[in-house]
């Protein structure tokens, strides 16, 4: 398999099929690909017709959207367990990755990631409203389904895809200084502990590229 992946530290849809792959231990290539580069556009269109990124190639299949390539990952890995077994949690954990996927525009607009800088937020209403919804979303996941145990307090115990799709959002909070309750600060301290996270974060860092 082959991920095609955007700038470290810029590429925040790139980060969550990575991470995935490497907390499950599932064994891909990377490509890196520059976002800003000046035939960007050209060559990802060689391989999504979106021109976008991520995309999982494996062999004859090519899959250009992120809710995709995790459906499809834990479809083919289902031992990896990248979604919970458990019926009701494995349904919530799809809702709240769906509800990343297409939701928060206010944060994401204001807060881009940029995983190697410190910066101040412009806290709007709207943007803090996104900041509340994302600490009630993990407190309602950790509560309703969270299982304290030795791989750490993830979103449904285990680390799963819900907390690959919220890693970006980790890295925006600790970027901009946004200031979260303590149950919040222990759930983004487990993700950045992640050496797979720990991988991601060195390498955004020495990055030679810098968004225009």
């Not at 520059?34 to 999982?56: C, G, I, M, W």
């Not at 800088?117 to 600490?135: L, N």
């Amino acid at each position: 398999m082959k991920l095609l992946i955007g700038n470290k530290n810029y590429s925040s849809w790139s980060l969550r099929p990575w991470l995935g792959l490497k907390v499950a231990g599932i064994a891909f290539d990377e490509q890196m690909h520059n976002l800003y580069a000046a035939n960007a556009r050209d060559e990802r269109l060689q391989f999504a017709p979106t021109a976008k990124v991520p995309v999982l190639i494996d062999d004859e299949i090519t899959i250009w959207e992120t809710l995709a390539i995790a459906e499809y990952i834990a479809e083919r890995f289902p031992l990896a367990k990248l979604w919970p077994h458990d019926v009701a949690a494995r349904a919530h954990a799809r809702t709240v990755c769906a509800e990343m996927h297409a939701g928060f525009v206010a944060l994401r607009t204001a807060c881009p990631m940029d995983c190697r800088s410190r910066k101040s937020a412009t806290m709007s209403a709207e943007v803090q409203a996104d900041v509340d919804r994302i600490v009630a979303l993990w407190a309602d996941c950790r509560e309703r389904f969270g299982i304290e145990s030795s791989e750490g307090e993830f979103l449904f115990g285990h680390f799963t895809w819900a907390d690959a799709f919220f890693a970006p959002v980790v890295t925006r909070l600790v970027t901009y200084g946004i200031e979260v309750p303590a149950a919040a600060t222990l759930y983004m301290n487990t993700v950045l502990a992640l050496p797979a996270m720990q991988e991601w974060l060195a390498a955004a860092e020495v990055e030679p590229w810098t968004a225009p």
